[in-house]
């Protein structure tokens, strides 16, 4: 503890020395920031809350009957926990409805498959479609086919998932979800099955998003689990000429229309300044959204709760954003930046928990040279809260990810999400994978961060270059 | 390993000591059973076995058509083998269709819930069964619950199954599984939904045999996954209101023909008197039957294969039989009981593994106390290969374990079972679950116990009273 005392001292020395105003970041900042640990890691309030949504709301995926539940379930409370402001803002969500999906290897060696319809995809025909598969390793292997290997069968990617606490595997593997169904079709694909994005070995299929491209064939879109791509592989090691007969009954089904729950902590003295802490209420609908993201909507309600009840507010407003539709195309997100329009420059920093519920172990920025080294100096009260100080290229999470365009800092607080993979867009993501410690670690986080960006003086624009 | 030849040399004073016979359990059976782990471990069958079966056959409920696929598979498998005898015994086995099975809580938070209906369940009507639920901690405290608590509703059996290597939290929770559609439709309950019998947090339901009683009415049966009743219970937190709706379209479909299917190696000195080695062949049908029973037919016939193949054959017969429809009600195991009545007497020892494949820890006896005693000594080169030698308690796996009441000795060799029950009964049982090293300790093990057993001149009878 003393250690990180004194080098709080030290940077405090240091970014007076340095030129930037300091007043802002005295002692006191300090020791509110402890109390907002201390708080956070004795309060049961985050899991309360995402108990709550999961239970009482469940899944909710943008545009169905249960989104909205879950908008009331929002404001009703944030209403009951007692911000400044709570309201709401309109979001066009596409409508898309899951159905039926059902899969079955028939030839050679008859078995049924566990798979799942991608967000977005459309229907087969009412009887199926069954046809050879041709596998690839990879979307870039796809890509590189001939239109002959492809023509007329179900396109497979089998691009394993590889573990990462960054999560940086998904990365590298959800471009075959988002982009095969077109490469597939341009080269004369039926449909296409990818192995799920997902580093697990259960028998559940990962769903997501999945996009068509004007002027390219719609087809069919699925994902099966880890352990069928095994058995898909260990078939091919026995024949080529594996046949697979898909029904998917999904359906686009227009618009509708969802919203962004806000709630404030109304600054004290520069209230048109806004640190927006953020996570999106939307969840997929088979499991009932508990990582992804009821842990994102607890932890950045809670931080925003323990803020708005301090005795004395800090200078900036803290606006606490659930953003609508994140999982259908960040929707919530780009509506949100566009109706911000105007007051983006008031802006102060953004960031979105979007990650699950692993403990933080990095913070990192995205600011000009000299803020970014700023604000590293006035975030080490976060290390107390085993949170380092990282490096100026944040996207600063989903929702908040096309502001730095924008002209908007953001940060990223980092979660471990070592087994985030496992769990995500399945039915598996369920309450009793968070972990009630690491919950309260990440309040804390999100808390301090909040508390000290809405305090900062340090500027943080123009952004640098990447 | 210099110290175990030791324990092994004085085992065998002792035995000669006590005044049992030695002349077979001589240093030549000790380089033979060394010879065999030495083999076994070093052998990829059973994996190749266990993979050909997944994959080639897959799921193989008792009576579908996928049954035969399995019996074809067996038998061609064995054939190619080279064992001496190679033979199928017909039996007659209950078909059930699982058909579709589909849940969700309508009051007062409306939600879907993973189920799975138990095996034997009759359907729901076709618009479903809609009714509170009554909650439970276990069967028990459903026998002991009035008439007036449980009429018109829904059971839910809680009970939570414990994690033990042994697996004995299974035998205290699956009464509810088994038993609880007659304990709940007796007090006049319209149907049951049960804990899944499994110790995982995967939102995957545990299917799983059922029963019901002459007289007693048949109610639907089904399961839901652990996070499922982890929600269940915390809307009960807030309401003891909550409603469900069951929809069930399995049926009972009359009886088919399966077969037990058998090989042998014929003994050199004692062809009559048997050895038997089991494993069932059928599966339930959500997963690919890989750990329940794929493997244990793998180990047995990855051990058979091994004492094929030895130079000079033991003197008794080892008989590898694997068994029809153990999940439907062991049914493979008391045909066999009855087509072999007449030689049960020249059974001089059985095990089934049927354990998944975990590592084999321990090997119990049941046999006469002189009988044990002497298998003790016998069973010392096993300890090589991490077996300890245990008790005089075993009941020998499922298929067999009706045989000690007909005067048979069996044994258990007790595997690992820490996550057996993550798997069991669910789409999770899947060729991945399986580690490859753990499954060739199990080959050794086997292979070993048989040959030990085929030379041995220990008189087992008659078994000594539990």
């Known amino acids: 503890m003393k250690n990180n005392y004194l080098k709080v001292l030290f940077g405090l020395i240091f970014l007076a020395l340095v030129g930037c105003q300091t007043s802002d970041t005295d002692s006191s900042d300090l020791l509110v920031s402890q109390k907002l640990q201390q708080k956070a890691l004795s309060s049961d309030l985050a899991y309360e809350l995402v108990e709550s949504l999961t239970v009482e709301v469940g899944p909710r995926l943008a545009g169905s009957e249960q989104d909205l539940v879950a908008v009331k379930w929002a404001e009703s409370k944030l209403q009951s926990l007692g911000f400044d402001k709570v309201y709401k803002e309109a979001v066009q969500v596409p409508v898309w409805h899951r159905g039926q999906a059902k899969a079955s290897i028939t030839a050679p060696y008859p078995q049924p498959l566990v798979i799942t319809a991608l967000g977005g995809s459309i229907a087969t025909p009412i009887e199926g479609i069954e046809a050879n598969i041709v596998r690839f390793d990879s979307l870039n292997a796809l890509q590189q086919a001939s239109h002959n290997e492809v023509s007329g069968k179900i396109v497979f990617i089998d691009h394993i998932t590889e573990r990462h606490k960054t999560g940086k595997g998904y990365g590298k593997s959800v471009g075959g979800r988002a982009k095969g169904a077109i490469a597939a079709a341009e080269k004369g694909a ?15 299929a990962h769903t997501g998003m999945m996009r068509y491209k004007d002027g390219v064939k719609k087809i069919p879109a699925a994902a099966m689990s880890n352990p069928d791509a095994d058995l898909v592989n260990a078939m091919l090691k026995r024949s080529n000429d594996i046949k697979i ?17 806000i709630a404030e902590i109304t600054g004290s003295s520069k209230p048109d300044e806004i640190v927006l802490i953020g996570a999106h209420l939307d969840s997929w609908d088979e499991g009932t959204g508990a990582i992804d993201d009821g842990a994102g909507v607890a932890i950045v309600t809670a931080a925003g709760k323990l803020i708005q009840d301090l005795p004395v507010k800090p200078a900036r407003t803290v606006r606490v954003v659930l953003y609508a539709a994140e999982e259908v195309g960040l929707i919530g997100g780009k509506t949100y930046a566009k109706t911000h329009q105007a007051e983006l420059d008031k802006h102060y920093i953004a960031a979105e928990s979007d990650f699950g519920a692993g403990r933080i172990y990095q913070i990192d920025f995205r600011a000009s040279e000299q803020g970014y080294a700023g604000l590293s100096l006035l975030s080490q009260p976060m290390t107390e809260n085993n949170v380092a100080i990282g490096n100026n290229t944040a996207s600063g999470g989903p929702d908040v990810s096309m502001l730095p365009a ?61």
């Open 190 to 204: 039926l449909a296409i099955i990818i192995r799920s994005i997902g580093t697990d070995h259960d028998r559940m």
């Open 245 to 261: 007969k898909l029904q998917l009954s999904s359906e686009n089904q227009g618009f509708a229309t969802s919203y962004n729950v």
């Open 406 to 466: 924008m002209g908007v800092p953001v940060a990223s607080l980092r979660q471990d999400g070592s087994d985030y993979f496992d769990y995500h867009h399945t039915p598996n993501d369920t309450l009793d994978k968070i972990e009630p410690a690491a919950l309260k670690q990440n309040v804390a986080a999100y808390a301090q961060f909040a508390y000290l960006m809405a305090q900062s003086t340090v500027e943080l624009r123009p952004i640098a270059a990447k």
